[in-house]
């Protein structure tokens, strides 16, 4: 697959602090790219850097091949973390009004079915629920049919149900073959979407391949999950090898069979016990010693 | 690029005309403005004509008589000289000098014409010999002098504040941001938002102007086309002033002190309410610099004087080069964060 988009040898400073520090990545066409990490990590201003809204102090960034400009302008659809709409203007104004923008655009009622926007489409942007405004900044950022999507945390702040329908409307535009690249602090958001993820810490990038080649290259094990509450308060503590987080123990194994014989043995009721996998946010405390969303 | 313009000039009027609060106050401010003048301008006192007198010391019938006519001020004056000026100015219909029988009179005013049958009808039975002496001068009431001014400070508040303070008020928000996002550049962006404010504002003026002419009517005796010209340039100019402010700031605080700072000095040294002649000489510097110095002259110059557009060639020349030369900076310093 062909590379969209690569950034080399990325530096971008605030003052003293190095926010984004010699950070080097190739998004291949048409696939999800997903840069993962805790608040403060460098995910905004890196992907804010490769969408031109920032300039590095150091490095490169090349769009199909080619500086940024005004070609990358016309083809990438970009969705911020926070963005004001403008006000006393409607759903359907906006969206009128972005799309004189572009030499290339969506029609317009087919945005509006595809996004459900329909229901409020007539609404000043002022009116709508959070939900509704991450829809119609999705469907404002894909107005210009765009190559690459960028995506800067789209589901911070949605409940649950909104934040499974924006993964869904994410879907559709992946299944079109647009290339997304996306940040997020949720690592089930990442696994759910990206073919490929980056984990970033400290403004470097600390781990990078497909979510299930990242957790097979770092464990071999699996982690059986019992309630906190279910352990005898005489097998508690540092002697009983586990982790407890979010009022679960969290014993990590490579053999099940034997670990559920010690349990029986200690006369732990399993009624409540679960064998999972390791997942992102095992490898984020893995590499960094601390978790995702501290 | 027009397209982007006209989309981004569309979103703003649109904007503008929805914004209740701020659409009212727009609004307001002429009409209370026009309010103000038509108040202030508008003679209650039911003596219309007004006549100058040297008082003398014995007192002829005739004298008597005519003083006794109703409707008519009577203001006793010391000395000719200091009288003359506001004959020729209609601001006193009539000066007469009840010693040496001499009066003088505007032969271009109405007033002065109807005041003069009076004097002689009140001397038409006495032997004393009446001496008509004639001057001439246009009429120009303070009102006269101080309505182009008005209306260009009415500009100046639109303009300076319509642009500098949504632009940062974008800015502060994210619009910009997001539109940086787009193929937008910032010279299509500022176009859209000069443009407009243009026209809203220019919309704005002619009513207010209308509006004044119909309450308290003022004197206009130059081409319409040229003063529009002439608002029109003083427009883009102070657009182009508000631009400059608000191509970095991200706080409606700072922009708003900013605003303030430029626009109450242009209120009172670009010679709005007073003339500045005879103030201290950098008063007189500083205002040269003002563009509502320029607005003000050159708008004064066609409505009192009916100057053409090559008698004012100096102000048009300043505010066309200062527009250019503001708005070149204010593309050249805008962030769009």
């Given at each position: 697959m062909s590379v969209i988009l690569q950034v080399s040898s990325l530096v971008k400073r605030f003052g003293d602090l190095t926010a984004v520090n010699e950070v080097s990545l190739e998004i291949r066409a048409g696939t999800c790219f997903g840069l993962l990490g805790p608040n403060g990590a460098g995910k905004t201003t890196t992907i804010e850097l490769m969408e031109g809204i920032k300039t590095p102090d150091q490095g490169n960034i090349l769009y199909q091949g080619e500086p940024l400009g005004a070609q990358f302008r016309n083809e990438a659809g970009i969705m911020f973390q926070n963005t004001a709409l403008q006000e006393f203007v409607t759903v359907r104004e906006m969206l009128v009004q972005f799309s004189r923008f572009y030499p290339r655009t969506a029609d317009i009622d087919q945005l509006v079915e595809e996004y459900s926007l329909g229901e409020f489409l007539?609404?000043?942007?002022?009116?709508?629920?959070g939900g509704q405004k991450q829809r119609l900044l999705l469907a404002l950022s894909l107005i210009n049919l765009p190559k690459i999507l960028f995506l800067d945390e789209?589901?911070?702040?949605?409940?649950p149900q909104s934040r499974r329908n924006l993964w869904e409307r994410v879907q559709q535009v992946k299944a079109k073959g647009t290339t997304i690249l996306l940040t997020t602090h949720y690592m089930e958001e990442a696994y759910e979407l990206c073919d490929e993820i980056a984990i970033m810490d400290h403004g470097r990038i600390i781990a990078h391949d497909a979510p299930d080649v990242l957790l097979a290259r770092h464990f071999d094990d699996v982690v059986v999950q019992i309630d906190e509450n279910d352990i005898p308060p005489r097998v508690g503590?540092?002697?009983?090898d586990a982790t407890y987080r979010n009022g679960n123990a969290h014993i990590v194994t490579e053999d099940v069979n034997r670990t559920i014989e010690k349990l029986l043995s200690l006369g732990v009721p399993l009624d409540r016990l679960r064998i999972r996998a390791r997942d992102l946010e095992d490898l984020f405390l893995e590499l960094t010693g601390k978790e995702l969303r501290a | 690029m027009w397209n982007r313009i006209y989309a981004l000039f569309v979103a703003r009027n649109t904007e503008f005309f929805r914004d209740r609060s701020a659409l009212a106050w727009s609004v307001l401010l002429p009409v209370l403005i026009i309010i103000g003048f038509a108040y202030a301008f508008t003679e209650e006192n039911p003596e219309k004509f007004k006549v100058a007198l040297i008082a003398s010391s014995q007192n002829s019938i005739a004298n008597e008589q005519f003083k006794s006519t109703r409707f008519v001020k009577f203001i006793e004056v010391s000395d000719i000289e200091s009288s003359l000026p506001k004959i020729e100015r209609h601001q006193v219909d009539l000066l007469f000098d009840t010693n040496t029988r001499n009066y003088w009179v505007n032969q271009t005013s109405p007033n002065g014409y109807i005041v003069e049958k009076l004097l002689i009808a009140a001397f038409a039975d006495s032997d004393q010999v009446l001496k008509q002496n004639l001057l001439q001068g246009d009429a120009v009431r303070y009102l006269d002098w101080v309505i182009p001014g008005v209306i260009a400070m009415n500009m100046m508040w639109g303009a300076l504040f319509g642009i500098g303070y949504v632009i940062v008020r974008y800015r502060k928000m994210g619009v910009l941001k997001r539109l940086r996002a787009t193929p937008v550049t910032p010279v299509e962006f500022l176009t859209a938002q000069i443009m407009s404010r243009l026209w809203l504002l220019l919309v704005v003026n002619v009513l207010i102007y209308i509006g004044m002419d119909y309450f308290v009517g003022f004197r206009m005796i130059g081409s319409y086309l040229d003063l529009f010209i002439v608002f029109t340039l003083g427009c883009i100019c102070l657009i182009c002033c508000g631009l400059v402010i608000a191509a970095r700031i991200s706080s409606e605080e700072v922009a708003n002190g900013l605003l303030n700072l430029i626009s109450w000095p242009m209120m009172f040294l670009s010679g709005i309410w007073f003339s500045l002649e005879g103030a201290h000489p950098w008063m007189q510097k500083i205002a040269l610099i003002l563009p509502l110095t320029h607005v003000t002259d050159a708008a004064r110059e066609i409505m009192i004087d009916g100057a053409g557009l090559m008698q004012i060639a100096d102000h048009l020349l300043v505010l066309g080069l200062s527009s250019v030369v503001l708005l070149a900076i204010g593309a050249r310093i805008f962030r769009w964060e």
């Open positions: 007539h609404q000043d942007t002022r009116q709508l629920s789209p589901t911070t702040g949605l409940d503590g540092p002697e009983f | -």
